[in-house]
């Protein structure tokens, strides 16, 4: 563990972004999210591509077809270390 490095946060992700990548890293086309959400093919393009809110409501249904918590869709670049109220 001498030679242990801890990743360093290379870029940062919409949510929008978040969203594609959960749905790409489970196979998902849009449509298959779709039909698993009850939501238009054209919401979830929209969402992707940061032009229509992700909402409370829709990251719960979001995230349970992605198997993911919502913070994970609508939270996706924040640090808690950053964050911290001091």
Request: proline share 5%; with cysteine.
């Amino acid at each position: 563990m001498k030679n242990f490095r801890k990743a360093k946060k290379t870029i940062d992700v919409s949510v929008g972004e978040s969203v594609r990548i959960m749905r790409e890293l489970q196979g998902l086309s849009q449509n298959e999210l779709a039909s698993l959400t009850g939501m238009p093919q054209s919401t979830i393009s929209g969402i992707e591509n940061d032009r229509i809110p992700i909402g409370v409501e829709r990251a719960k249904v979001l995230a349970r077809a992605l198997k993911c918590h919502p913070a994970v869709l609508v939270f996706p670049s924040w640090d808690i270390k950053e964050q911290a109220v001091a």
